[in-house]
DNA sequence: TTGTAAGCGTTATCAC
DNA sequence: GTGATAACGCTTACAA
């Protein structure tokens, strides 16, 4: 019961399969196969030419997905990240794509929003789609039913062969490409502290999101270590936006007397930049902001942002080449990456008090 | 020559199969398929919940792939950027992803970095994945070659099937969500002449991008339709960058007398800005500033810029709107969107001369 | 309403 | 070095 075996060597405009061009060489699928997939199986340099030719002629592509039956390897890749519009996420995935491309892998984006249903959707939708492995790119959610749901998920997954990369805080286990929160927050509140600041504030981010929780960890711990008078009156906070960042300026302001203020990201520095230029209140001069994450805006903000730089790009890059080697079963550690502290425009140097 | 019919029920780790599902439930592997694919097919209600209850137990997730293979449809569509890091991609690709989520659809995403090659690769690569769609978000390059060898691509492309969708100005035809840049640019030079305007200059954007070349058009046509009085000397070009538009505009700067320029994009403007500031000349006092798009940094730039307001995710949208549509063999129009100018401080009033 | 079996386009196993 | 042919996991005639 063949199906068109007349048609085969149609030169047409259809898609062609294996058989057509074994039938245009004149030898069998599998030969056809074996010179198209490169596989090591021994074929006579005449036939692989004449293979070749055919397919060339044809404009064949195998099918991959017919390929990813069989090798149970579909050669694609799924990154979930919180806002695909956010410059954070889309250096991470340029990064990723620049470091599986040439291995020909493909990248399926999603964007959770933050929203624990959408993650798990999404994340059960590559499962369907066979990803040979999923990078979460943002920290994981603090949800209770979408911890456990998600951890059972995933060891489906990985027990099943799958590789997981996280490019973040994470309750999964993976390859991990880290850049350490908590010490970078530290290192510029000690940044602060050197540039002779001592009553400093901090804009925290909302308590449901992991990376907020470890920011915040890193201010009140460098607080400590440099016996810095910091209660709770000197820490507001907000959205990881620069609306909340203005917001919880806004109530810093209400609240103590500070020389600097450092927010745990760059959105809600600028924020915070935007409500003080409104209360007429001068940055550096009558007080300093620092921001962290350096983002596109940073740099451009009412008042250039002294900031330190995540290496996003780097991050990505190095989570593909994890993933790669993962995927070829070598094992690797997790690779640490450093920021760097941004020196702009709105941190003063003054004359430490006390 | 069965593999492990033992193992039907096993509820392990491994990833179960439609005829684990039908194992458990006591019922053909065709019968699960219909339950599991919402086939139309008759099943009863009891039999339904005897698969049902199976597919939960054992966690089943269908194959995608396994099914692309046989309904010719894999749910998935490429998208192409020019560099998913730039948020005006990023809104596009968040919403189309929004846009296709309901319908199940995943979403591939490349950036070709403006490379022709890389461009050509990525296409191929998404036809091997048997993508029911594509969407080209970005303008298409204009090298001879190239554009010789996309066509034949998405004639082959579309003649199997396959739906191509434009989000700009490009050499494909498919479905289409169109931002009228020639009109933008000139409806830009026209709000500059309605703010006593009439010496005006346009940094535009490299030659070899079609959306350089339309906006150009949209500003020398406005030029023209209001009798302003610009030559070749007011207008200069760089990269669509800050570092470009900075350029850009000292080359303007050491050749004519302006009141007002216009930049291709507000990236540019910016660009632009900067330069003007570190020269010392007051914007907009000495010298208007607008730009086009409306990116996150417009808003937050050394002056807050005026511009056009490209509605990025709903062009997003709309496009995933048009691809379900023509995926479904329905027929629909292009849909047009339209801009609105965001008036911020980068503009002055002046007192018309001449 | 259910089941049997062919077939989607590949690769892999086994003969020759 | 080459070729049949059985998978991969699913859908879909066609039968019963």
Redesign the pocket.
């Given at each position: 019961?063949?199906?068109d075996t007349d048609s085969a060597v149609k030169k047409g405009t259809e898609?062609?399969?294996?058989?057509h061009?074994?039938e245009l060489a004149?030898?069998?699928?599998?030969?056809?196969?074996?010179v198209?997939?490169g596989?090591s199986?021994?074929?006579?340099?005449?036939?692989?030419e004449k293979v070749l030719e055919a397919a060339n002629q044809l404009s064949?592509?195998?099918?991959r997905?017919?390929?990813a039956?069989?090798?149970?390897r579909s050669h694609t890749v799924g990154v979930l990240v919180h806002d695909i519009s956010d410059p954070y996420f889309g250096e991470i995935v340029k990064g990723l794509e620049d470091g599986i491309h040439a291995e020909d892998y493909r990248l399926f984006v999603a964007s959770s929003e933050r929203d624990p249903q959408k993650e798990l959707d999404y994340v059960r939708a590559f499962f369907a789609h066979q990803v040979d492995a999923i990078v979460f790119a943002a920290s994981s959610l603090t949800d209770a039913a979408y911890a456990e749901t998600l951890e059972a998920m995933a060891k489906r997954f990985t027990d099943g062969g799958g590789v997981i990369v996280v490019l973040s805080d994470h309750l999964l286990r993976g390859a991990k490409v880290w850049f350490d929160n908590k010490r970078a927050v530290s290192e510029m509140v000690r940044y602060l502290h050197r540039r002779g600041h001592r009553r400093i504030g901090y804009l925290t981010g909302p308590s449901d999101l992991e990376v907020s929780l470890v920011r915040l960890a890193g201010f009140t711990a460098a607080a400590e270590e440099l016996g810095l008078d910091v209660g709770p009156e000197n820490i507001a906070n907000g959205h990881f936006t620069a609306v909340g960042g203005g917001e919880a300026m806004g109530e810093l302001l209400d609240r103590v007397d500070l020389t600097a203020v450092l927010a745990a990201n760059d959105l809600m520095a600028i924020g915070a930049l935007r409500r003080l230029h409104s209360a007429g209140i001068g940055v550096p001069d009558e007080l300093s902001v620092a921001g962290l994450d350096d983002i596109p805006i940073a740099e451009y903000g009412p008042v250039p942002l002294t900031t330190m730089r995540v290496p996003t790009y780097q991050i990505g890059l190095e989570g593909a080449s994890l993933l790669l080697k993962a995927l070829r079963k070598e094992d690797a550690d997790d690779v640490h990456v450093t920021g760097e502290i941004v020196e702009r425009d709105s941190v003063a140097t003054i004359e430490p008090e006390q």
């Open positions: 019961m063949t199906r898609s062609h399969s294996l058989r061009v074994a004149g030898v069998s699928v599998a030969t056809a196969s074996r198209m997939s596989s199986h021994p074929v006579s340099e005449q036939t692989r064949f592509q195998p099918n997905l017919a390929r039956l069989v090798t149970a």
